[in-house]
T-cell receptor, first 113, second 112 residues
Framework: SAVISQKPSRDICQRGTSLTIQCQVD?????MFWYRQQPGQSLTLIAT?????????ESGFVIDKFPISRPNLTFSTLTVSNMSPEDSSIYLC??????????FGSGTRLTVV | GENVEQHPSTLSVQEGDSAVIKCTYS??????FPWYKQELGKGPQLIID?????GEKKDQRIAVTLNKTAKHFSLHITETQPEDSAVYFC???????????FGAGTRLFVKA
């Protein structure tokens, strides 16, 4: 399956600041997905990122808060902007690898203080 | 939209026993049903999946069954081992829509 490298693995940030999370895939993929996983909870899709076009955001998530870049077929970034403690979560990137099955990165554990 | 319910939220079994986790879904157009295992500090990992034209699929100690009429599917783990301890997520996808919906997760504890 695809190998996904996600950075940073964890961070503690001050409220009001921004954090950019990087996701590097070892193969070219069409779609990359960004998920949020709040403590002890399930996975919620933030947005889908296609190379060469703007990301598609799910209900409840907006580009100003979670800007996404997708400069090529192997890389994407998610920025969490103007952070508050409510943004403390695990953020995961994933790609479709087997037909419809996903491969996930190891996640970024974000704590906002 | 699609709604996925997963039960139980926590499951504790003795090593060697079987574990069963069940999910129900609402959209009859859903046609792909994967299961993911998430170990502590890691991202979810796809462990088995089933498509709507199949009723059962096995892979060693893991099996998934699907009842399309009743709109539910289950994960079966036999001869459980301590390394099976993790959080398991079911998921549902309508392959025409490209959006996977995840269940709430089941935390499985296998006691040695």
């Amino acid at each position: 399956s695809a190998v996904i490298s996600q950075k940073p693995s964890r961070d503690i940030c001050q409220r009001g600041t921004s954090l950019t999370i990087q996701c590097q895939v070892d193969s070219q993929v069409t779609m990359m997905f960004w998920y949020r996983q709040q403590p002890g909870q399930s996975l919620t899709l933030i947005a889908t990122a296609n190379q060469g076009s703007e990301a598609t955001y799910e209900s409840g998530f907006v580009i100003d808060k979670f800007p996404i870049s997708r400069p090529n077929l192997t890389f994407s970034t998610l920025t969490v902007s103007n952070m508050s403690p409510e943004d403390s979560s695990i953020y995961l990137c994933s790609v479709e690898w087997t037909a419809y099955g996903y491969t996930f990165g190891s996640g970024t554990r974000l704590t906002v203080v | 939209g699609e709604n996925v319910e997963q039960h139980p939220s926590t499951l504790s079994v003795q090593e060697g026993d079987s574990a069963v986790i069940k999910c129900t879904y609402s959209d009859s157009a859903s046609n792909y049903f994967p299961w993911y295992k998430q170990e502590l500090g890691k991202g979810p990992q796809l462990i088995i999946d089933i498509r709507s034209n199949v009723g059962e699929k096995k892979d060693q100690r893991i099996a998934v069954t699907l009842n399309k009429t009743a709109k539910h599917f289950s994960l079966h783990i036999t001869e459980t081992q301590p390394e099976d301890s993790a959080v398991y997520f079911c998921a549902v996808l309508n392959t025409g829509g490209f959006k996977t919906i995840f269940g709430a997760g089941t935390r499985l504890f296998v006691k040695a």
